[in-house]
């Protein structure tokens, strides 16, 4: 186990009705709210009014800033932290999923930032401070509301790329599930990937003694197999959605990388994928993450059958790992497919003709990955499985 | 699963020569600290000398106050509040395992306090504010180093009582597995004994939809239980003794507990036992947890098969619960036998005469536990099986 620091300052609210408690959770940081959020959803669904209404309550005053689209993009980025300077606003409160969440986080760094907040993403800079952001969180998937990072697409070029920051935790976020009962299906699926990504991203390492984290990031596995179809079949399930809620929190609140190597070779592989295509970064992972097994495993055999046994209670063939391996790749798929993910390019209408441009951008800063560094060849080969 | 409120703001800083950073840590929050500790064994080992030297070479000055006891007592925190205000400590530095961290916890809530110290723990008061606390963890067991409570124990009248507050959690805890290594057998499993029991008492709910932390609690026991006959039979295999450490201080950090209603009544009946015949923690409850389990499973049959099926593996007979459930009390305790700790009181030397006064006290401030409420009579039966 390697050492490492931990401290999860993220405030969680969590149940039903916890988004009523925004006022005074905002009121702690100032007097003015950038109020952050995406398209008309939240309009619709009237949360967005009732979270003003909970703000001016509390004697706030609200600037807005709404547009998000999925994979956030720069140049709206750019446009909040003009908005923030001008009106000097003391907290940037994101009313969404991960792609407001990550846009208010990227405001918040750039407004005291002197440079080019895409400087950060390009790894050019550190960010020493930020305005407070806090959440109300709609979608159960990107763990943005207690993590240190954040993913910005610059429309220029259409990199999408990644930056952290223990300064970027969210002061406090409000999980109430019942906000997530209006997910469809394939967007509450798509979360599931998500999350899950988010744990095995950190569960295959090579470090060893790491046994604890390992059986915790396999338990969060498990559950959140065992509620997503649940959470699918009924929307309106409590249980399941607030299950897959704290799971998806926990997943990628630090906690289950602790002492950790971790990988994030899918993730970033993915990212060319969904910069390009616009495709659901869940959709995305779970496509590419089988692939990625499939061409890494046999560099530490055993972490993929300790996978396939634990988290998908594969029989152990003793004699033959490779058959364990590749029957917990399978059943990972299948139960991607079962929740109506796309495991395959094809069947989310992605063409393979541009692998070697995404294969070069993905390993342009160097090889990706920890398990196994992935250069050009090997992330061109990974495409190539995503489609076999 | 019930609504909460989860934020743990202890900065942990974990690995090898994490106690090397303490200079750094303390002074943070100013120039004088009061240096709490146990007996002679951080003087022998040399750690003593080395904290303070730390202190030292980072501009601060050390007042100290040893002599903590396990079930640390009430007379000690009245002095090291009268000491803390006369000598106007900035900071307190626990450098030990629980009980120091809980006598420190009890000092800073008792310095800017007016009242009596001690009405916190009986219940008439509430802590508003505690000078802060910082931790450099020799045994990893009770998980103070970042949990919201303590526990104290006031020698007059033998009441043990615990007491908890989230002003409470120390500021940064230090946690360096190998100063564990010199930790005896016994003392090793009597710490494995408590995380396990601040596991168990938050898993016995009969709170639903809690099947995520349901599976982290599992995953959680299950890895303490592999690890703990490695760390007894290997001293120095730094992970073993790493992954324990990190398992006590999630076990009682608060978030395996989130969503549920919790039980806390083997705890509370144990404090009775370790506060009259100064018992190790670790070993009454390795006593009274299967007693309990005894006593209460037929309450909630289903959560007990789980236990057995999922954390002892038992293979469930599906016919007969009861089978399945004994089954797992008889691995709970056959487990704490294996690593040399006594599951009755006549192994540990303890007489059956004062059951009654026991249970009287345990009960005179109403029913114990939540799965179900327990009263004196209740508790005494639990302590006859604790003898059968």
Not at 83 to 90: I, T
Request: hydrophobic share 40%; glycine share 10%.
């Amino acid at each position: 186990m390697r050492n490492f620091t931990f401290s999860n300052t993220t405030k969680i609210i969590f149940g039903k009705g916890a988004e009523e408690k925004v006022g005074r959770e905002a009121a702690q940081y100032g007097r003015k709210v950038l109020l952050h959020y995406g398209g008309g959803h939240i309009v619709r669904s009237g949360l967005k009014e009732r979270v003003e209404k909970y703000l001016k309550d509390a004697g706030l005053e609200i600037v807005e800033l709404g547009g998000v689209q999925p994979n956030p993009r720069l140049s709206l980025v750019r446009e909040g932290i003009e908005l923030a300077r001008r009106e000097k606003v003391d907290l940037i409160l994101a009313v969404g999923g991960g792609s407001v969440i990550d846009s208010a986080k990227a405001i918040g760094i750039g407004v005291p930032c002197q440079g080019d907040v895409w400087d950060f993403f390009m790894g050019k800079a550190e960010a020493q401070e930020t305005l407070p952001v806090g959440v109300v969180l709609t979608i159960p998937a990107a763990g943005s509301e207690s993590s240190t990072g954040s993913v910005i697409t610059n429309e220029d070029g259409w990199l999408k790329r990644p930056y952290g920051s223990v300064i970027m935790r969210p002061k406090f976020a409000l999980l109430n599930p019942e906000l997530t009962y209006s997910l469809p299906p394939y967007q509450t699926a798509c979360g599931v990937a998500d999350m899950m990504a988010h744990i095995m991203e950190r569960y295959f390492t090579n470090e060893p003694e790491v046994g604890f984290s390992d059986h915790l990031c396999e338990a969060a596995l498990r559950s959140i197999i065992q509620e997503a179809p649940r959470a699918i079949a009924e929307p309106e399930n409590y249980g399941a959605r607030a299950n897959l809620m704290w799971a998806s929190t926990i997943a990628h609140n630090g906690l289950l990388g602790m002492g950790r190597e971790e990988d994030w070779a899918s993730h970033n592989i993915e990212h060319e994928l969904s910069g390009i295509y616009d495709i659901a970064h869940g959709a995305g992972l779970a496509i590419v993450f089988p692939a990625w097994m499939k061409y890494v495993y046999k560099h530490n055999p055993s972490r993929f059958v300790q996978f396939a046994v634990r988290v998908f209670q594969v029989e152990q063939d003793f004699c033959n790992p490779e058959r364990t391996i590749l029957e917990g790749i399978r059943r990972l798929e299948e139960f991607f497919r079962s929740i109506g993910l796309p495991v395959r390019l094809k069947e989310a209408g992605i063409p393979a003709d541009r692998f070697e441009e995404m294969a070069e951008k993905a390993t342009a800063d160097g090889p990706q990955g920890s398990l196994v560094p992935l250069y050009k060849g090997d992330v061109l080969a990974i495409y190539e499985l995503c489609n076999s």
